[in-house]
């Protein structure tokens, strides 16, 4: 059996978030056009560079952190954890109904 993909609505909505998110990096990247071609004419370089400069080297710094993250694997298993918390927290819960977490005489 196969399943229709486009029914339970997972695919429209990824299609419509990677739309969304392409719209605004196109946003961004003529933003960025405007950026350097403002600040190499003359007018008011100084202010237009000491305002968005610091914007783009935080842009970039969490840039780096999402590309390290990746590289680390941290995207690779991200519900791994959430099962490991739960099944910790059950083990916790066992102790606790046995009375040996805290070692209350």
Same mark, same amino acid.
């Given at each position: 059996?196969?399943?229709?993909? $486009?029914?339970?609505?997972?695919?429209?909505?990824?299609?419509?978030?990677?739309?969304?998110? =392409?719209?605004? =990096? #196109?946003?961004?990247?003529?933003?960025?056009?405007? $950026?350097?071609?403002?600040?190499?004419? =003359?007018?008011?370089?100084?202010?237009?560079?000491?305002?968005?400069?610091?914007?783009?080297?935080?842009?970039?710094?969490? #840039?780096?952190?999402?590309?390290?993250?990746?590289?680390?694997?941290?995207?690779?298993?991200? %519900?791994?954890?959430?099962?490991?918390?739960?099944?910790?927290? %059950?083990?916790?819960?066992?102790?606790?109904? %046995?009375?040996?977490? $805290?070692?209350?005489?």
């Amino acid at each position: 059996m196969t399943k229709n993909r $486009f029914k339970d609505g997972k695919f429209i909505s990824v299609l419509v978030v990677a739309i969304t998110v =392409g719209a605004a =990096g #196109l946003t961004f990247m003529f933003k960025l056009y405007e $950026f350097v071609a403002a600040s190499t004419t =003359g007018i008011l370089p100084g202010i237009v560079t000491a305002t968005v400069l610091p914007y783009f080297f935080i842009s970039g710094g969490f #840039l780096l952190l999402a590309g390290w993250a990746w590289a680390g694997g941290h995207y690779k298993n991200i %519900e791994g954890v959430k099962r490991d918390m739960l099944m910790q927290e %059950e083990v916790y819960e066992k102790l606790e109904r %046995e009375h040996k977490l $805290f070692y209350n005489k």
